[in-house]
């Protein structure tokens, strides 16, 4: 019988909920080639963080102890349901020779510094040019940022049921045509990129200045997305990407200085500029 988890262990579970769950989905989207799968898997590994963390402690590489637990929570769900659906036995029969040729993979995914990769390369999946220009926002902001249907209507002035059937589609293609969860060639980057950088600049845009909740900033968001920006740019370090790079952390660098103690907006004349990040 595992012991309740403590607040302190909730808000513990919460933040990294918060900070790491997008790129927690990303990867398990890689390793399961499946948004909905990935997704039942990622809160999964979540509610076993809640059951078993209580007795074992917190594990040093929570990150990784997710993904490793999730991917398990997959391949025991896909067997289940191959028992009632013969049609699914043979993807069952494929996860579990993978999990049987790497044993050690815990271990490599923490090494393996490759896997800071895995939201760029979701961001470049959603961003397909199969998908309509409407699709690849909605999906990525979904997907990508965490952001709710709800959310994502407001910001398009849409109803939240039109959003949810544009993101059901545009997965649904990804399936069907077997669009692979990959970055693209270098000679495929460039046509690809326009797409990609309008994604990344929305998700600082949220984060710097939210469309809804109980803050006006969002700061992990911006921070994601001078992340993936970076991760960008060392892939592709053309003019386009650095300019956005540069945009984006010349913004972030005031972020101390835009919100006061109480949670209001301050204007860029009244703003304590010693907060600034020179």
Known sequence: MHSSPTPALQKIVADIYALESRRILATLIRLLQDFDLAEEALHDAFAAALSQWPKDGVPQNSRAWLI???????????RRRAVFNASISLISEELQETLAASENWLETYIEDEQLEDDQLRLIFTCCHPSLSVEAQLALTLREVCGLTTEEIAR??????????????????????????????????????????LQIVYLVFNEGYSASSGETLTRQHLTQEAIRLGRLLSDLLPQVEILGLLALMLVQDSRSRARVSANGDLITLEQQDRSLWNH
């Open 68 to 78: 490793s637990t999730g991917r398990f929570k997959a391949i025991d769900h896909i």
């Open 155 to 196: 910001a398009f002035l849409s109803s939240p049921s039109t959003i949810a059937q544009r993101i059901v589609r545009a997965k649904a293609k990804i399936r069907d045509a077997a669009i692979p969860y990959e970055i693209p060639t270098q000679e495929q980057l460039p046509e690809r990129l326009d797409s990609v």
